[in-house]
């Protein structure tokens, strides 16, 4: 069972157009952090949402944490094949004393020109 | 400033040898973790150290994985008799202290297993 886990798996849009992505948990997070990854390298952070509510912008990218803190959601406005690449979040759950980052299993994203 | 160095970039080798990763953080990063990305998947975590400590290696799958940060800075990530399940990407990172949830990610390591 994944702690966080990550929909959709696959999307494939042509530039321009919107989507969202979402990481959803049963746990509550302190924070929950947001990384791209490209093939070949390793994962790059976007973005930590740390309040509950919180909504953070970069750029195109828009950025939600729930107010729960179990869930957060990533919006990408007009697409560009830049933004091809894997999403990931990662967190580690409340209370747990150490910080040790979880991640989800992703979403695949390909932008067409 | 330089970032998480990893080597080899990639390593085949057949299954029952056994294989080594090399990584060094970022200078002055406390926190060294060690990620196994299968194709398709997010990373999992294998170990992560505070300086030369173990902070975490429950899935750490011990009787082939090791790992060791004798000196607290450079860390290396052994498989002692591969699968063919090890096939995947080993991932280093690093960040300044523990608690702090900005990790810094190397290239990885593809290792494919045959």
């Known amino acids: 069972t994944q702690l966080l886990e990550q929909s959709p798996q696959f999307l494939s849009i042509q530039e321009g157009e919107n989507l969202t992505v979402y990481c959803n948990s049963s746990?509550?997070?302190?924070?929950l952090q947001w990384y791209r990854q490209e093939p070949g390298e390793g994962p790059v952070l976007l973005v930590t949402?740390?309040?509950g509510g919180e909504v953070k912008k970069l750029k195109r990218l828009t950025f939600q944490f729930g107010d729960a803190r179990k869930d957060s959601s990533l919006h990408i406005t007009a697409a560009q094949p830049g933004d091809t690449g894997l999403y990931l979040c990662?967190?580690?759950?409340w209370g747990g004393g150490s910080y040790i980052p979880t991640f989800g299993r992703g979403t695949s994203l390909i932008v067409h020109p | 400033e330089a970032g998480v160095a990893q080597s080899p970039r990639y390593k085949i080798i057949e299954k029952r040898q056994s294989v080594a990763f090399w990584c060094n953080p970022i200078s002055g990063h406390a926190t060294l973790y060690w990620y196994q990305q299968i194709l398709g998947q997010g990373p999992k975590l294998l170990i992560q150290?505070?300086?030369?400590?173990?902070?975490?290696d429950s899935q750490l799958p011990k009787d082939r994985f090791s790992a060791e940060r004798l000196k607290g800075v450079d860390s290396t990530l052994k498989i002692q008799p591969a699968k063919l399940e090890d096939s995947a990407v080993y991932l280093c990172?690093?960040?300044?202290?523990?608690?702090?949830?900005?990790?810094?990610f190397g290239s990885g390591t593809q290792l494919s297993v045959l």
């Open positions: 990662a967190g580690s759950p």
């Open positions: 990172a690093s960040s300044l202290i523990p608690t702090n949830e900005k990790l810094f």
């Open positions: 746990s509550v997070f302190s924070s």
């Open positions: 150290f505070q300086n030369n400590g173990v902070v975490d």
């Open positions: 949402v740390v309040t």
